[in-house]
């Protein structure tokens, strides 16, 4: 065994030797710029891997690569003269990045196919006659959808031109082909097309800078943040973006900006991130080069205090009312860092004429090699003692792996006494309660496969699952990371265990294993309550008659909670995705995890770890941790109030959406108004139960002080008693959700754990019509049905993502053939494409009443004389505009909450 061990820890340090090659490495590009007058001679040439030659421009006429006479002179010598100076660098022609590019010659130039040649067939023959290896696209972003339609098209045809110069001419390597994108996909409604990008460039340069300038905030600000907690115009935020829009991140090339901005402060000795300023210092744009603010700082000698700031990544310094906001040594070897951890291609320098004495490209360049060099350093170290030591390491690592096992079995055997003695309690609660085995579990789940997972909550994930008996099972699995631990686990098992009601969820076993814990329920097959409530389409299953059935389950099941079981209990998450619905919508309340039990005589109880989901905790809760059965009676009110608004509880309401869901109902509740909170597909015409006078007991349940909220019982009565004058009058009911939660989230003294549970996925925003989302109230079912059905359609017909504002120029222009997907073939059929592209135009309008009904869009489609068809107007830009504009509020924008809501997203289509 010793000689094993032996030969196993040389094979390590032999391995271990190979390793600094195969460390990552990424590539380090430098932009020069033959305007700055830095001579491309002077560059430090082993700090970089590529370097792009700058800029070439395309001359607004012919459309092909244009040079002026001097720039000539240099992109010539450009390629030799670094190659004497390092023969592995690779270099590559930039186009259209200098100071005035003139983007509506870019923007003609991508318009047809003939001046896309004339492009592309020039700059290949500039590239081979000066020796460049690649070929860079400095025009970061397109100017309009069409222009982002048409430089897919772009990049398309140039790949195909570079392939086929390749294949002709072998003696040749493959031209590079890269270019500069916005910061994030999303940044713009023109940002270049994902798709093209990841099919036909090698990689992209990512602008990761220009976030904060002082010709646009009269504030300091890091213009290149790699992080923002405040806003989305930071790095990290871009960075994720490309890469959930589908772009592997070895594609993705790193901005370091090698200049900052500078500021000029109202008040001097205010100087930090954020600071008041009146507008740019020093120059009419603030801009100012590396090297000019190292030569700012050392004349004005050692009194200059330099801050560095890790929540931004940013460094920064004020001499008098000047600010200067930019990235030192410090922030680049962080960004380096950075890249290298989300495994990117690597970084740009932007430009390297803007360094001072090399100092931010050797820091970048030395935090890229710092662990081969660390590694080289070892093995200079160790290898000279290694003959020695190896023999000592093989006896200790064995002696190691020895006691490890010993180790490892007394904790299994420990392990496995106590899983044996907490189902051993749970089965003396229960009897009839059923303990599963993991192999039982992985077989009726298909070992927990994503196919079979209904969701996932603060507990963990959910599966679906199919006993041998073939009796369905929902199978809930407690996350390693969850909030809740093995203590909520016993307690929802031994609580559930004991409750026996229609309208509680039913607990049929649970399983407990040495690495896994796991309730098992009967399942559910409508899924919670959220599923219908909160989609468009699938509310209008719930009628008013439903949603009083609903209403009566869920308080039967308080009421047995409450009042007719043995022992008082506290569910202390009641709320919207925790109802779950059977196959004829009856509702169960479910997840016991953070229930208590009372005894009957006890009042209320105090506890310094408040547990629940934001929205639905009573103000005495939180504030100073009482709880009791009115707790229960909050929730149930904002559950109520949901129920017959169809609303959500973080989206703001009111004429200045600034109020919560359920001050927005007493505001219209006291002004005689309530019936517009009402979800408008209910109507209470024929039924006992008045959609008012729930509104009115709803905010009963809200009130402040918890004696002013009727018990379970009383809501039981004064609901069906048609005698609505003994209803008190609420009180205005507190602003908590707004303000109160997130003051005591701030305290130390209480912990806020927010434990939820969440089975469904959120639509995409850019399929909801702009009245819904803007203003996030119920729409009528036409606006609900048909611009998602707008949306569809013009996917269907074009086979792919699209803007409508693209679809709508293109067919404008009388191009819309250019939209469809190149397989359709509509020449034997009635239904034309160009037809279908202007139903689907109507469908998206922005005024509802502009859009057709679906008995008119059938109509217009079987119909051959299209004629009678309206012309469509300009659709709603809402994902391209209104989302920009609500991101700038200082709330982060509108939100729109997940099915939990708990989980907030921000309001950009994906």
């Known amino acids: 065994m010793a000689s094993k061990i032996i030969i196993l820890v040389l094979h390590i340090f032999i391995f271990s030797e190979s390793l600094p090659a195969r460390a990552q490495t990424l590539i380090k590009v430098g932009y020069w710029d033959s305007g700055d007058g830095f001579p491309i001679s002077d560059v430090n040439f082993a700090l970089f891997t590529h370097l792009m030659c700058g800029f070439a421009d395309v001359n607004s006429t012919t459309y092909e690569l244009s040079l002026s006479p001097s720039d000539e002179e240099q992109f010539s010598n450009f390629t030799d003269t670094v190659k004497i100076k390092n023969p592995s660098i690779t270099t590559l022609?930039?186009?259209?990045?200098?100071?005035?590019?003139?983007?509506?010659?870019?923007?003609?130039?991508?318009?047809?196919?003939?001046?896309?040649?004339?492009?592309?067939?020039?700059?290949?023959?500039?590239?081979?006659?000066?020796?460049?290896?690649?070929?860079?696209?400095?025009?970061?972003?397109?100017?309009?959808?069409?222009?982002?339609?048409?430089?897919?098209?772009?990049?398309?045809?140039?790949?195909?031109?570079?392939?086929?110069?390749?294949?002709?001419?072998?003696?040749?390597?493959?031209?590079?082909?890269?270019?500069?994108?916005?910061?994030?996909?999303?940044?713009?409604?023109?940002?270049?097309?994902?798709?093209?990008?990841?099919?036909?460039?090698?990689?992209?340069?990512?602008?990761?800078?220009?976030?904060?300038?002082?010709?646009?905030?009269?504030?300091?600000?890091?213009?290149?943040?790699?992080?923002?907690?405040?806003?989305?115009?930071?790095?990290?935020?871009?960075?994720?973006?490309?890469?959930?829009?589908?772009l592997s991140a070895d594609k993705l090339v790193l901005c370091l900006p090698f200049y900052g901005f500078a500021w000029t402060l109202v008040k001097p000795e205010d100087n930090g991130i954020g600071a008041a300023a009146t507008g740019p210092a020093l120059y009419d744009d603030g801009l100012v080069t590396y090297k000019e603010i190292k030569n700012h700082i050392k004349n004005y000698g050692p009194n200059v205090q330099l801050m560095y700031n890790s929540t931004y990544v940013v460094n920064y310094c004020s001499i008098g009312k000047i600010w200067f906001g930019f990235d030192d040594v410090e922030a680049v070897r962080v960004k380096v860092s950075y890249a290298k951890e989300k495994k990117l291609r690597g970084y740009y320098v932007w430009e390297v004429s803007y360094d001072h004495y090399w100092m931010l490209s050797r820091?970048?360049?030395?935090?890229?090699?710092?662990?081969?060099?660390?590694?080289?350093?070892?093995w200079a170290i160790v290898l000279p003692i290694t003959a020695a030591c190896i023999l000592l390491i093989g006896f200790l690592l064995y002696y190691c792996c020895w006691m490890k096992n010993l180790k490892l079995k007394a904790k299994a055997s420990k392990d496995s006494a106590n899983s044996q003695a907490d189902a051993g309690d749970f089965n003396r609660t229960d009897p009839d309660l059923r303990e599963y085995s993991l192999a039982d579990i992985e077989a009726a789940t298909d070992r927990l496969s994503i196919e079979n997972k209904l969701g996932e909550g603060g507990y963990g994930p959910v599966y679906k699952?199919?006993?041998?008996?073939?009796?369905?099972?929902?199978?809930?699995?407690?996350?390693k990371t969850s909030t809740q631990g093995f203590e909520e686990f016993k307690n929802e098992v031994m609580l559930t265990a004991k409750l026996q009601h229609l309208n509680l969820i039913r607990v049929l076993g649970f399983c407990?294993?040495?690495?896994?814990?796991?309730?098992?329920?009967?399942?559910?097959?409508?899924?919670?309550?959220?599923?219908?409530?909160?989609?468009?389409?699938?509310?209008?299953?719930?009628?008013?008659?439903?949603?009083?059935?609903?209403?009566?389950?869920?308080?039967?099941?308080?009421?047995?909670?409450?009042?007719?079981?043995?022992?008082?209990?506290?569910?202390?998450?009641?709320?919207?995705?925790?109802?779950?619905?059977?196959?004829?919508?009856?509702?169960?309340?479910?997840?016991?995890?953070?229930?208590?039990?009372?005894?009957?005589?006890?009042?209320?109880?105090k506890t310094n770890r408040i547990v629940g989901t934001q929205g639905y905790i009573p103000p005495e809760y939180v504030g100073r941790g009482v709880y009791s059965t009115k707790s229960d009676v909050y929730s149930f009110g904002v559950l109520f109030l949901q129920i017959i608004s169809g609303r959500r509880l973080f989206i703001r309401y009111g004429q200045n959406e600034n109020l919560s869901l359920v001050d927005h109902a007493y505001e219209l509740w006291k002004d005689g108004k309530g019936?517009?909170?009402?979800?408008?597909?209910?109507?209470?015409?024929?039924s006992s139960w008045k959609l008012l006078t729930c509104l009115q007991v709803a905010l009963l349940c809200v009130q402040e002080n918890p004696n002013d909220r009727p018990s379970i019982l009383e809501i039981s009565s004064m609901l069906e008693n048609e005698n609505t004058a003994d209803i008190m009058t609420p009180k205005k009911p507190p602003s908590f959700s707004n303000k109160a939660f997130e003051d005591e989230q701030n305290k130390t003294t209480i912990g806020l754990q927010i434990c939820s549970s969440n089975d469904v996925t959120i639509s995409q925003v850019r399929l909801y019509p702009p009245e819904y989302v803007e203003k996030?109230?119920?729409?009528?079912?036409?606006?609900?049905?048909?611009?998602?059905?707008?949306?569809?359609?013009?996917?269907?017909?074009?086979?792919?993502?699209?803007?409508?504002?693209?679809?709508?120029?293109?067919?404008?222009?009388?191009?819309?053939?250019?939209?469809?997907?190149?397989?359709?073939?509509?020449?034997?059929?009635?239904?034309?494409?160009?037809t279908c592209l202007q139903v689907a135009l109507l469908c998206v309008q922005e005024n509802p009443n502009n859009r057709p009904s679906i008995l008119e869009i059938s109509s217009m489609l079987e119909n051959e004389n299209t004629a009678d068809i309206m012309t469509p107007k300009k659709p709603a830009s809402f994902s391209n505009k209104a989302c920009e504009d609500e991101q700038n509020k200082a709330t982060i924008g509108l939100e729109i909450c997940s099915s939990n809501e708990v989980t907030i997203s921000q309001l950009v289509g994906r």
């Open 93 to 246: 022609l930039s186009i259209g990045g200098g100071n005035n590019p003139n983007y509506s010659t870019y923007s003609s130039m991508s318009a047809s196919s003939s001046s896309r040649k004339s492009f592309i067939d020039s700059s290949i023959k500039i590239a081979r006659l000066y020796g460049f290896q690649g070929l860079d696209l400095s025009w970061n972003s397109a100017n309009t959808s069409r222009d982002k339609y048409n430089i897919g098209i772009l990049f398309k045809e140039w790949r195909a031109a570079v392939d086929l110069e390749a294949r002709n001419n072998s003696s040749q390597s493959q031209l590079i082909l890269t270019a500069k994108v916005a910061h994030s996909p999303l940044s713009t409604a023109a940002a270049y097309p994902v798709d093209s990008i990841r099919q036909y460039l090698n990689w992209v340069h990512v602008m990761t800078t220009g976030y904060s300038k002082p010709t646009w905030k009269n504030f300091t600000g890091a213009h290149a943040a790699l992080y923002d907690p405040n806003s989305v115009s930071n790095t990290e935020y871009g960075i994720t973006e490309w890469i959930e829009e589908g």
């Open 363 to 378: 820091a970048a360049a030395e935090e890229d090699n710092k662990n081969r060099q660390n590694k080289r350093l070892l």
């Open 465 to 479: 699952g199919v006993l041998p008996d073939g009796q369905i099972i929902a199978v809930k699995k407690l996350s």
């Open 512 to 605: 407990i294993d040495t690495q896994e814990h796991m309730l098992i329920y009967e399942y559910m097959p409508k899924r919670s309550l959220d599923y219908f409530l909160f989609d468009p389409i699938r509310r209008l299953i719930l009628d008013w008659k439903k949603r009083i059935h609903i209403i009566q389950g869920i308080i039967q099941g308080l009421l047995y909670l409450q009042e007719y079981s043995r022992l008082t209990i506290i569910h202390r998450d009641l709320k919207v995705s925790n109802i779950l619905l059977d196959e004829d919508l009856k509702p169960k309340i479910s997840d016991f995890g953070l229930a208590r039990i009372f005894a009957k005589d006890d009042l209320e109880a």
């Open 675 to 686: 019936m517009e909170l009402m979800d408008p597909s209910l109507d209470d015409t024929h």
């Open 776 to 834: 996030g109230g119920i729409t009528p079912t036409k606006s609900d049905v048909l611009q998602s059905f707008g949306g569809f359609a013009s996917k269907i017909i074009s086979g792919r993502r699209l803007s409508f504002d693209m679809a709508y120029e293109l067919w404008k222009d009388g191009k819309g053939m250019e939209l469809m997907d190149s397989s359709l073939d509509d020449t034997h059929s009635s239904w034309k494409l160009l």
